[in-house]
């Protein structure tokens, strides 16, 4: 049997009911083979965030990051995280689009890799404070590979606004 490896997710919604979504995302989460959560952060507010596109109309997001310990590869679990978007009504009409669900897969254990399907650690996350803030409430010491310690990352991204909710 495969020991379970320690994956972090990113959760964030700002369409629908996203305190509704996130409870769904967990528990379709914990149902997933060889998967159990260990920790979930609180959730956050924070204005949406992209880089050439107007998001000044688009609502604020609600964001979390999920710590889980699977058994399910890299890919396995990006599969079934897209199959839980989905059901959680996610459609992609254009890149920055408003969403009713995003889950990311940020990182599974110290796995660096870049192929056409699955860049991890994820590629931005050490440039977001969404992403960063609830990571270090849940994993103060974790690292991000090629880029550091959460905690030091942290202060990259002091100038972006977040709220704990």
């Given at each position: 049997m495969t020991a379970p490896t320690r994956a972090y997710v990113a959760?964030?919604?700002?369409?629908?009911d996203p305190a509704a979504a996130f409870a769904l995302a967990l528990e379709r989460?914990?149902?997933l083979p060889g998967t159990r959560i260990a920790a979930r952060s609180a959730l956050y507010r924070t204005a949406p965030v992209g880089v050439g596109v107007d998001l000044s109309s688009q609502p604020d997001y609600i964001n979390a990051v999920i710590a889980l310990d699977t058994t399910l590869a890299p890919h396995a679990l990006l599969d079934a995280l897209l199959a839980i978007e989905h059901e959680g009504?996610?459609?992609r009409d254009y890149h920055q689009a408003p969403r009713t669900m995003d889950l990311d897969l940020l990182l599974h254990g110290d796995t660096v890799l870049d192929d056409a399907g699955l860049v991890l650690p994820h590629p931005r996350m050490h440039q977001r404070a969404f992403v960063l803030q609830p990571l270090a409430e849940i994993a103060p010491t974790a690292v991000v590979p090629r880029h550091g310690a959460v905690a030091d990352l942290l202060a990259g991204v002091s100038g972006q606004a977040i709220q704990r909710l």
């Open positions: 959760f964030g919604a700002n369409l629908g989460i914990a149902a009504g996610r459609t």
